[in-house]
């Protein structure tokens, strides 16, 4: 990672690090997987610059409650918060909610917070959190568990840790996830759970409308430090010398990490980076891209009417510098299937400009000085990504 990506901060383990916890009920890491615990590991790291992430579910464990485990610092059992052994998350069978949101449960809460600290750890993901979760099917799976997460919130602070909610949260609640958390999931899981491939064009497009539903309010971004989470980035995934992302064709592969750089989405890589090719390590890398995705700014459509939502597949942000970035795709799901190409246009009025130098930011070709309007034909699932100076 300090090699081929060196601007990435992060290094993340999903679940599968715990199977068992401590004798305060806190999560402990696996001895097998481990041997030497997690604070070698987070201290190796820091020396390239990454911090540690972890996963963990909302509630109290099962198997801590169930055997009644002292909580760190009192005279109180974990048995005692959990009488009415009701549902933790969005997981059955793996947290309690706690019966009362007390300063006992704060104090247990408060000592996971303290334990990752110890170990150095920079992030945790939460899963099965609610009011949300589930998938397209079956939503709104996971109890509202946002006193729990509110508490673990208090507790993370402290040791200045970054905190992400996950699985298909409700944008119903934005102000209560912009509150609580430094990021939140939008929608199900990106991977296809194919015995092939990671995830297909399709699943990448299915993004677009969940996004549009988060940014209605100008909340998102860096002002309140709060960032969508639109799951992992799998371009140029690799395994035994063979691309396993399962994306169609390389137009996809930029639309998706642009798309992702434009809402300043947590930029998260899924695959090995010995394994990646180069190209697509580039793509990932790209300094113009990443530039877009760290200013924080969430770019939102510029329209949404039509059947067949033409405006919807123009995004734009300006920064607070005065740079304005437009995102062109064409990614309509039906149009992709049909194997259409697509013009996409725009008027400058739209950024309130009448007439702007427009940079092609992919390629740093600069394109020229527009008047009144631009427009493009795109391939199915091209994009174009573009920087305007005004003139």
């Given at each position: ?140 799976q996971s109890p509202d568990n946002r006193a729990c997460l509110r508490m673990l919130s208090k507790a993370f602070q402290r040791h200045d840790i970054w905190m992400e909610l996950s699985w298909y949260l409700d944008a119903a609640y934005v102000e209560d996830w912009i509150e609580i958390a430094n990021g939140a999931r939008v929608f199900i899981d990106i991977e296809s759970y194919s015995t092939k491939t990671m995830t297909s064009s399709h699943r990448v497009f ?186």
């Amino acid at each position: 990672m300090k090699i081929k990506l060196p601007k990435y901060q992060y290094i993340n383990m999903d679940s599968g690090w715990s199977n068992a916890c401590d004798q305060y009920g806190r999560w402990m890491y696996r001895s097998d997987l481990f041997p030497n615990g997690l604070k070698p590991l987070s201290d190796y790291l820091k020396t390239n610059g990454h911090r540690l992430g972890i996963y963990i579910l909302p509630g109290i464990r099962k198997d801590a409650a169930d055997a009644n485990m002292p909580i760190k610092g009192t005279n109180h059992t974990l048995g005692e918060l959990v009488t009415r052994k009701l549902e933790g998350n969005g997981f059955k069978g793996t947290t309690y909610m706690p019966d009362e949101h007390n300063e006992l449960v704060q104090a247990y809460y408060d000592s996971i917070a303290d334990l990752f600290a110890e170990w150095g750890i920079g992030f945790v993901k939460i899963d099965g959190c609610g009011p949300g979760g589930g998938d397209q099917f079956h939503t709104h799976q996971s109890p509202d568990n946002r006193a729990c997460l509110r508490m673990l919130s208090k507790a993370f602070q402290r040791h200045d840790i970054w905190m992400e909610l996950s699985w298909y949260l409700d944008a119903a609640y934005v102000e209560d996830w912009i509150e609580i958390a430094n990021g939140a999931r939008v929608f199900i899981d990106i991977e296809s759970y194919s015995t092939k491939t990671m995830t297909s064009s399709h699943r990448v497009f299915q993004r677009f409308s969940h996004v549009e539903r988060w940014v209605e309010k100008d909340l998102v971004g860096r002002p309140n430090g709060f960032f969508l989470d639109l799951d992992v980035v799998l371009v140029g995934m690799t395994v035994n010398g063979t691309c396993i992302d399962g994306l169609d064709n390389d137009d996809i592969r930029q639309s998706y990490i642009s798309f992702w750089a434009m809402v300043s989405s947590v930029l998260c890589l899924g695959g090995d980076p010995r394994m990646i090719p180069e190209k697509y390590l580039s793509m990932l890398h790209h300094p113009g891209m990443l530039a877009i995705h760290q200013s924080g700014v969430v770019a939102k459509p510029l329209g949404t009417t039509g059947l067949w939502n033409n405006r919807k597949q123009v995004w734009w942000k300006r920064l607070p510098t005065g740079e304005i970035y437009v995102g062109l795709f064409n990614t309509h799901v039906y149009r992709f299937m049909l194997g259409l190409s697509h013009e996409i246009k725009f008027r400058l009025k739209d950024f309130d400009l009448i007439t702007a130098e427009i940079k092609d930011v992919w390629s740093g070709n600069i394109l020229g000085v527009y008047n009144d309007s631009y427009s493009v034909v795109l391939k199915p699932g091209q994009c174009k990504i573009l920087l305007l100076t005004a003139k």
